[in-house]
């Protein structure tokens, strides 16, 4: 099954979980385009109903995004533009003063079988830190603390173990296994 997505790092930490589950998943290295605003459920619907005018085979798209209590829920949906433009070091200056540092984590599967577009969603709790550290994984995980460590600084399998990623993809993998008999 194809998974959808620029962004290697969403794919090898995918591979790693779709892995336990003896699913193989395979890598469509593409970008597209993605409605702004709104909840990351609708945008990954979206997405992937645009999408599936394109790709005749099922596949499935991932949306993520890093919602900071302190900031009302920012970047939130923009979490991609916001990493691309001012990045981690911009988003420790917007909470330089903020002493709730709460955060978190939420990914949403949309899996198209086809047919229909069928969404998955996990969330990771968390808080910002208040310097970068670490230098594993990808994205904002040098400043989202989980346990007194930043994601950057666990191993990928130790952050595949309690990411939102992991929470979204366990709910949509066992239940490919479980409706669809995979
Ligand atoms: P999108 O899902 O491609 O729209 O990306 C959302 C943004 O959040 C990107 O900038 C990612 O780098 C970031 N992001 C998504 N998941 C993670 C994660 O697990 N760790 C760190 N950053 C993430």
Redesign the pocket.
Same mark, same amino acid.
């Given at each position: 099954m194809y998974f959808v997505? $620029?962004?290697e790092?969403?794919y090898r930490?995918v591979k790693g979980i779709a892995n336990k589950y003896g699913i193989e998943v395979d890598w469509l290295k593409m970008e597209y385009l !993605?409605p702004q605003g709104g909840e990351?459920e609708e945008?990954a619907r979206l997405s992937a109903e645009m999408l599936s005018e394109k790709i005749d085979e099922e596949f499935f798209i !991932?949306?993520?995004?890093?919602f900071v209590e302190a900031l009302k829920g920012f @970047?939130g @949906?923009y979490?991609? &533009?916001? #990493?691309?433009t001012i990045g981690n070091e911009g988003i420790l200056k917007l909470m330089r003063d903020a002493e709730n540092r709460r955060a978190y984590?939420k %990914?949403v599967v949309a899996y198209f079988d086809g047919k229909d577009v069928h969404t998955f969603s996990g969330k990771v709790e968390g808080e910002i830190a208040r310097e970068a550290k670490g230098t594993e994984?990808?994205? &904002?995980?040098p400043i #989202?603390l989980y346990n007194g460590r930043t994601? %950057?600084e666990m191993t990928s399998e130790e952050?595949n173990r309690v $990411?939102?990623?992991r929470r979204a993809f366990e709910k949509f993998f066992s239940w490919l296994k479980e409706v669809k008999k995979i």
């Open positions: 997505t $620029s962004n790092g969403k930490e !993605e990351l945008i !991932e949306d993520s995004g890093l @970047p @949906p979490s991609s &533009y916001v #990493f691309k984590f %990914a994984g990808f994205g &904002y995980d #989202f994601f %950057a952050k $990411s939102h990623r």
